[in-house]
Nanobody, 127 residues
Framework: QLQLVESGGGLVQPGGSLRLSCAASRFIFDNYDIGWFRQGQGKEREGLSCISRSGGSTYYVDSVKGRFTISRDNAKNTVNLQMNSLKPEDTAVYYC????????????????????WGQGTQVTVSS
């Protein structure tokens, strides 16, 4: 049974927007913080943003601050990542993940601290 399922990736022109969604099982949604990571071709996995299980706290790395917005939809057990002003360097496979014991930079800088991963969704920013 898949615990985390991403959707919403695709091809977008530079300057455009995409909205990614991460559908979580009810258990994970209620008990884990959820974050977004990405991995470009030939690059290490990079943490981007996370939101607390309560929804009361969000965290962004500097490279996406002001462009990306993370949010929770409690009715749908989903965590969304709204991405605006996309750049070619944003091209990557985007993953959502869940962690119980880490949050913020201590988690996003150490992807291995995640407890669950989704399968990923491709985002390509190109003209």
């Amino acid at each position: 049974q898949l615990q985390l399922v991403e959707s919403g990736g695709g091809l977008v022109q530079p300057g455009g927007s995409l909205r990614l969604s991460c559908a979580a099982s009810r258990f994970i949604f209620d008990n884990y913080d959820i974050g977004w990571f990405r991995q470009g071709q030939g690059k290490e996995r990079e943490g981007l943003s996370c939101i607390s299980r309560s929804g009361g706290s969000t965290y962004y790395v500097d490279s996406v601050k002001g462009r990306f917005t993370i949010s929770r939809d409690n009715a749908k057990n989903t965590v969304n990542l709204q991405m605006n002003s996309l750049k070619p360097e944003d091209t990557a496979v985007y993953y959502c993940a869940a962690a119980r014991s880490f949050y913020g930079s201590s988690w996003l800088n150490q992807p291995g601290r995640s407890d669950y991963w989704g399968q990923g969704t491709q985002v390509t920013v190109s003209s």
